[in-house]
């Protein structure tokens, strides 16, 4: 299998690409495949910060290490460099297009679309809210993990 290049873009890239790129890693690494991952931001207000403490003390609870992770906004290189580049929400999806130089080679999805079931659902900003939303935050950026471990297994090449 040739290594997948995933790219997991937020808003911010501090509370749940961030999440999205430590569930993908460990369902990676779960499966035995050999992945290329990164996550980035739309927004530059982040840039090179660590992910938000509720987001390193979520992924401490899950037993990953995050705070080496630092933010980065999508550049357009990105759709060019990554075979899927994977949006949390509806308005992550309008500002990736808007991004999108049209040459890019990445195919464009929202994250749970991915997941049979709950495709159009949104994987919302916990951003404003408690730990609570940030337990949320994981439980479903974990199911987009493996349903794309499943869809690279399926894919097979
Ligand atoms: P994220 O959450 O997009 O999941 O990283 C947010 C982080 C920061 C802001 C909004 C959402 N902000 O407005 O600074």
Not at 53 to 78: C, F, N, T
Not at 80 to 87: K, T
Request: hydrophobic share 40%.
């Amino acid at each position: 299998m040739t290594t997948a290049r995933v790219l997991f873009v937020c808003l911010g890239n501090i509370c749940r690409s961030p999440l999205a790129e430590a569930a993908f890693r460990r369902a990676a690494e779960e499966a035995g495949i050999e992945v290329h991952v990164d996550s980035a931001g739309t927004a530059d207000y982040h840039v090179g910060q660590p992910p938000d403490p509720r987001s390193v003390a979520e992924a401490r609870r899950q037993g990953i290490a995050i705070d080496h992770y630092r933010g980065r906004q999508l550049v357009e290189e990105d759709f060019r460099r990554f075979d899927f580049i994977l949006g949390m929400d509806r308005s992550n999806m309008a500002n990736i297009a808007r991004r999108d130089p049209g040459d890019g080679t990445a195919r464009v999805a929202m994250l749970l679309d991915l997941v049979p079931g709950q495709e159009g659902r949104e994987v919302g900003d916990p951003y404003y809210g408690g730990a609570d939303g940030f337990r949320q935050t994981w439980s479903e950026v974990e199911a987009g993990a493996k349903a794309l471990v499943a869809v690279l297994i399926d894919r097979n090449d």
